[in-house]
Nanobody, 114 residues
Framework: VQLQASGGGLVQAGGSLRLSCAAS????????MGWYRQAPGKQRELVAA???????TYADSVKGRFTISRDYAKNSVDLQMKYLQPEDTAVYYC?????????WGQGTQVTVSS
């Protein structure tokens, strides 16, 4: 599966951004799709994951602010981010899991200024 992320950028604290990840395979057949992020000097962490058979999961730090969803018309998984804070600054990576194989997108930079 090839994943192409887009939508990152620079935004002021309190602002919003929407990330989109287009997949090369039919997303109806991908069990898990999600977003991770990695800030400088930190490990990559899960931000949100959408599961075909279960409710979405979110990191505690983004609950109530971020929403993950699949757009079947675009064949993508999107991450709507609201009330962004400087601590959300990171490179965001799209992820998918097909059976036991993980696939990653190229990453998109999100920078939140205070």
């Amino acid at each position: 599966v090839q994943l192409q992320a887009s939508g990152g950028g620079l935004v002021q604290a309190g602002g919003s951004l929407r990330l989109s990840c287009a997949a090369s395979e039919n997303i109806e057949r991908i069990a898990v799709m999600g977003w991770y992020r990695q800030a400088p000097g930190k490990q990559r962490e899960l931000v949100a994951a959408d599961h075909v058979e279960n409710a979405p999961t979110y990191a505690d730090s983004v609950k109530g602010r971020f929403t993950i969803s699949r757009d079947y018309a675009k064949n993508s998984v999107d991450l709507q981010m609201k009330y962004l804070q400087p601590e959300d600054t990171a490179v965001y990576y799209c992820h998918s899991r097909v059976r036991v194989v993980d696939f990653w997108g190229q990453g998109t930079q999100v920078t939140v200024s205070s």
